[in-house]
């Protein structure tokens, strides 16, 4: 086992989870009224080691949409799909130092990485107009459900419609960097920005619990490969992409700290969500909506910083 004594490891965690759960700071996100609606106790974290060990507490089956965790995933398909070069003709490799959704773009005028709104809302372009164009719509949306489904080893996945209407009504930000972009031709050619923005809003609202997250952690931190159903999901040069940016662009504008404290790829979303991988070790998924200024879960947070603290998970441990 890659975590020879796995029990007392659980306890640390466990203790973990009751030391952030007396943190109460922050907002639950609000410009949507099913997100302003969730209650703001919900805090729940699951692990699973990429030899297939599972242990997780609190609200760890409560079903929520994905947002911005689902950007290092379909970063991953079309990585899979379409190359590492052809994906980064489109979409560059540097943090922005801004908002998730700030309207601006890099000096070669493309979205400065996926991991952001602008570059992920670029990414499903690509998805959409160079992965199999031939696809509906609904063809592409069962394409990337079913991949999202495999790297969580089958577990419960789902889709919300309200969410995704929702997010659909309240978009002029991302309409205004979707128009940005078009206006500087970030875009392959023939691409439907009204297909691609519907297919980027339904990305955001694939809706999994805390437990399924934690697998597909365990599928980035094990290469590509689910330790539940050993099924290869993704190409380890893939993931090693993906998990390079979500260590430099992963949470937001607070990515460089993020990297300097806890030293471990991640990936957060409004949700609420922290999706951490330590790699060839294990995935963790924290989940609790009340975030910080920056967009980042308030208990989430804490409990990597926890982690780190007693584990010597940073990358720059043990040398
Ligand atoms: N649906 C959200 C948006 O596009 C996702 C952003 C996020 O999770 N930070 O604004």
């Known amino acids: 086992f890659v975590i020879p004594d796995f029990q007392g490891f659980t306890k640390h965690i466990e203790e973990f989870y009751w030391k952030c759960k007396s943190n109460t700071e922050g907002k639950v996100a609000a410009y949507i009224p099913q997100l302003a609606r969730m209650n703001p106790d919900y805090w729940g974290i699951s692990v699973c080691t990429i030899d297939g060990q599972r242990f997780s507490i609190g609200d760890v089956n409560i079903p929520f949409t994905l947002q911005s965790c689902s950007k290092p995933l379909t970063y991953g398909i079309a990585l899979d799909q379409l190359?590492?070069?052809t994906v980064?003709?489109?979409?560059?490799?540097?943090?922005?130092?801004?908002?998730?959704?700030?309207l601006v773009l890099d000096y070669n005028k493309k979205p400065?990485?996926?991991?952001?709104?602008?570059?992920?809302?670029?990414?499903?372009?690509?998805?959409?107009?160079?992965?199999s164009p031939e696809m509906t719509l609904g063809e592409k949306f069962d394409f990337t459900t079913n991949y999202f489904k495999r790297l969580a080893g089958g577990e419960q996945l789902g889709?919300?419609?309200?969410?995704?209407?929702?997010?659909?009504e309240s978009a002029d930000r991302n309409y205004a960097l979707g128009f940005f972009m078009r206006e500087y031709k970030c875009y392959p050619d023939k691409t439907n920005l009204r297909e691609c923005m519907d297919f980027y809003f339904q990305c955001c609202s694939m809706e999994a619990t805390c437990d399924t997250m934690a697998v597909i952690s365990a599928t980035l931190a094990n290469g590509g490969i689910c330790p539940i159903t050993e099924e290869k999901v993704l190409k380890p040069e893939s993931i090693r992409d993906v998990l390079s940016l979500m260590h430099s662009c992963g949470m937001y504008d607070y990515s460089g700290q993020f990297?300097?404290?806890v030293g471990l790829p991640?990936?957060?979303?409004?949700?609420?969500?922290?999706?951490?991988?330590i790699p060839n070790v294990m995935g963790i998924?924290?989940?609790s909506?009340?975030?910080?200024?920056?967009?980042?879960?308030?208990?989430?947070?804490q409990f990597c910083e926890e982690l780190v603290h007693v584990f010597n998970f940073h990358r720059y441990d043990n040398l």
């Open 159 to 168: 889709f919300n419609n309200s969410v995704f209407l929702s997010e659909r």
């Open 83 to 85: 190359g590492s070069d």
């Open 266 to 277: 991640a990936k957060s979303g409004v949700c609420g969500g922290i999706l951490l991988v």
């Open 112 to 131: 400065h990485n996926p991991m952001i709104n602008a570059g992920a809302i670029l990414v499903c372009t690509l998805l959409k107009t160079l992965v």
């Open 88 to 102: 980064h003709q489109y979409v560059g490799q540097e943090p922005s130092g801004r908002n998730f959704n700030e």
């Open 285 to 287: 998924f924290a989940w």
């Open 259 to 261: 990297a300097f404290k």
């Open 289 to 301: 909506p009340p975030l910080d200024p920056l967009g980042n879960s308030c208990r989430g947070l």
